[in-house]
């Protein structure tokens, strides 16, 4: 028998949805809060108070830094890997990608493990509280921090490993494992917020689609990607599959139909197979 279906927001679940849209629409996007929104959908339990509490511990820590210190960016580094990596514990482990709180931003700062890209956002909201000069730097499989001038005097740190300082040596045989190709000069750009979001939803549908019995988790964090502007069209069509298989079947064959309409003038052989996915769809009502 198929899943039975996921029930439609309740009104605290519809209104976090609408905040998390107008987020991701802000000029000075709120990294924290779209973080903070996206663990509510995993967690029920986060309030508007659960979720300030996550932003006044950002504070805290970042309170916990000297101001401008001596050095330039490399002392910047230091200090965030001494406060953050040896002090404060944040790290991770391989055991951490089989976990869902390893995604969510108020789980990471209470356990102080996550995955490479949640300890960054870390890293990134208590160094930007602090005054420091930091960024992203969406490493292929493995998110880093950068301080500095991305295009000048600059360093790399990784959260994931304490706050290990990265050399261009180092950098390259991150990229060298998960990809087998050479690094870029793209790829040590500052990361755009709104990828880092997108990034972290990936990881959260990644996680679920691995596992059936999650497809739940899979389509809320689907659902959330395509509130951010400019979102890949397949999504919608990944939600469409995921209405079927949890059971939806007109649902998803009607957003399967709107699909096949939308890439049919690029994409006509896709449409078709969409057109006949959304066929056998309202085939499985009989």
């Known amino acids: 028998m198929p899943p039975e279906p996921e029930p439609k927001p309740d009104g605290a679940r519809a ?24 663990a509510a959908e995993a967690d029920p339990e986060l309030d508007e ?11 805290r820590l970042a309170g916990l830094l000297p101001f401008a210190p001596a050095g330039g960016p490399g002392a910047w580094a230091r200090n965030l890997a001494e406060l953050l990596g040896s002090r404060q514990g944040f790290g991770g482990t391989p055991a951490d990608y089989r976990r869902l709180e390893s995604s969510l931003l108020h789980e990471v700062l209470r356990r102080r493990r996550g995955l490479p890209i949640l300890l960054s956002v870390v890293w990134m909201e208590v160094a930007r509280r602090a005054g420091a000069p930091v960024y992203g730097v969406a490493l292929p499989g493995h998110f880093v921090v950068g301080f500095g001038d991305p295009y000048g005097e600059h360093v790399l740190a990784d959260p994931f490993a304490g706050g290990r300082p990265l050399g261009d040596e180092d950098a390259a045989l991150l990229v060298a494992g998960a990809t087998g190709q050479e690094v870029t000069a793209r ?12 990034r972290i939803l990936n990881n959260i549908r990644a996680w679920a689609a691995a596992r059936p019995e999650q497809s739940a988790v899979q389509l809320w964090a689907v659902e959330l990607s395509l509130l951010l502007p400019g979102h890949p069209a397949r999504l919608r069509r990944e939600r469409a599959q995921l209405l079927v298989q949890r059971g939806e079947f007109m649902a998803g064959a009607a957003e399967l139909e ?26 499985l009502l009989n």
Do not use: S
């Not at 750009?189 to 880092?196: E, G, M, N, S, V």
């Not at 890439?263 to 996915?277: F, I, L």
């Open 187 to 198: 790829m040590l750009a500052p990361a755009d917020p709104l990828d880092i979001v997108l």
């Open 49 to 59: 108070a659960g979720m300030d509490a996550a932003q006044i511990e950002l504070d």
């Open 15 to 38: 209104e976090r949805r609408r905040q998390f849209a107008e987020a991701a629409r802000e000029e000075r996007l709120d990294l924290a809060l779209l973080c903070l929104l996206i």
């Open 258 to 283: 709107e699909y096949a309409r939308v890439v049919e003038a690029v994409e006509p052989a896709t449409a078709k197979a969409v057109r006949r996915q959304a066929v056998a769809a309202r085939a």
